[in-house]
Every structure is written in C-alpha cells, then in structure tokens.
C-alpha cells in the first residue's frame, strides 16, 4: 500500500469473538482510525429488542442506518490511511440497505459458537440464536461473496490467540498493508474510541496489553446452550473453511 493510499476495512463478527482486542490491535497501528459497532443504536432503535445499557446507546449514535452506512464510506477520522470498522453482524437487519458493503474490504471474524455462547451467557441470561450473530454472519458472507466475485477474507479468533504475531501477519499481507509489531499491544483501560456500552461488555479486555495465551478445550455447556450451539455451528463451519 502506497503511503496515503487509504482503505476502509470491514471486520464483521457476532459478540465475544476478540471483536474489541482485534480493535485495539488495528487501532495500536498509528496509521488506523477505528470506530466501534456504528449500526449498535440503529439496531436496537428498529428492533426495539432489550440490551444492556439500550437507552444510552441509542442515545450515543445515529438511528439512521442510511446515514451510518455514508459515514463508513465517507472520510477518515483523523487524516489516517486504515479506517477500521467493528461491525457485529446481528445489526445488519434486513431493512438496513447493504449496498455501502460493496466499497468497503471485508473481513470475517469467527469463533467456535460454544466459547462465544459461553462468554455472552455471562453478560446476558438466556442467549437465543439471533442474539450471537452465526446464522446472520453465514448470510452476509455469501452477500459479499456474491458482490466482489469470490469468498472475502476470514480469520479465526482462536489462531490469532494461538500465534498472534503469524495470524496477524497473514491478514495483514491479505489486506496488502504492512504488518506493525505495535498491533501486538495496546495499553490497559477505556479507549477513547470504545462504545457507550463498554463498561458493560469490556471489562475484561480493558484488563488486557494484548492477545490473551492460546484458548484450552471448549467449554461445556448447559443442555439448553449446548442446543444452541449445536443450531449456530453449522454457519460458522460453512465460513471456518475459508480462513486465512
């Protein structure tokens, strides 16, 4: 990449997936403005569904999906050349237009539904398969495909915490950008650019200067998560084929 050369990555995941580490990584770059989940308050304006902390996200953004989706597309924060984009996938509901998807690099970001559904059952009682993004993520996936002609770009959460140097490596040569030693770390705490809904969601990585060590066996899960996993795996092995 030519040294003003810009570009504007997508980087499409459910919840508990490394989404907000994966940020902070992006963000430690020095060339890289980020903005965090920008759809959060357009989702829960039209849904109406109950989160955490809703009336204060809706109050932090714009409800006006149109005008979100421009400002993905329109300048970058800061003068930078990378604008990194968190994008959770349960947030692209069918009424918002995905035509803006077309002009952004986009990336995948998956993770084995049982870790997923075990973090976000800690944070929010009685997940169902809507709320954890997998089916959403298969579809939108296949969108992509279909736009640019061939399976867009997808990393797996768990080889980034296994050999986070190489994984990063790899997506980085993908995206054609250079890779940065400084993506390995990032200082403890609130960003400045995190979320309204952070304190609620974020503690654990606020405790974090970078990747976490290699994740163990999966979880076991109660009967009930367990059949939700089982309905959520079937997407994210569609996609976990096409990893980088």
């Known amino acids: 990449m030519s040294e003003r050369s810009t570009q504007r990555i997508a980087m499409w995941s459910g919840p ?3 989404s907000t580490a994966l940020m902070y990584s992006f963000a430690a770059r020095g060339d890289c403005a980020v903005v965090d989940e920008p759809f959060y308050g357009a989702y829960l304006n039209a849904t109406g569904i109950d989160h955490p902390m809703r009336d204060a996200v809706i109050a932090s953004q714009s409800t006006d999906s149109a005008q979100v989706a421009a400002q993905c597309l329109g300048s970058i924060p800061q003068d930078q050349c990378l604008f990194y984009q968190k994008h959770m996938t ?4 069918p009424e918002f237009d995905r ?3 077309k002009d952004l690099t986009n990336v995948f ?3 084995h539904p049982a870790r997923v559904i ?3 059952a800690r944070k929010r009682e009685a997940p169902v398969l809507a709320d954890i993004g997998f089916v959403q993520q298969a579809d939108l996936f296949d969108q992509v ?3 640019q002609g061939t399976a867009p770009l997808v990393v797996d959460s768990s080889d980034i915490r296994k050999t986070p140097r190489e994984t990063l490596m790899r997506l980085c040569a993908a995206l054609g950008i250079p890779f940065t030693e400084a993506m390995l770390n990032w200082h403890a705490g609130p960003k400045p650019y995190d979320g309204v809904w952070a304190p609620h969601w974020y503690d654990e990585v606020w405790k974090s200067t ?3 060590a290699a994740e163990g066996e999966l979880p076991k899960l109660s009967e009930e998560l367990q059949t939700l996993c089982d309905s959520a795996v079937v997407s994210y092995e569609k996609i976990a084929d096409y990893k980088i």
């Open 210 to 212: 970078g990747f976490g």
């Open 109 to 111: 970001l998956i993770r």
């Open 90 to 93: 349960m947030h692209m509901i």
């Open 145 to 147: 495909a279909q736009m």
């Open 16 to 18: 508990r997936n490394l």
């Open 118 to 120: 075990a973090s976000y």
């Open 99 to 101: 035509g803006f998807i």
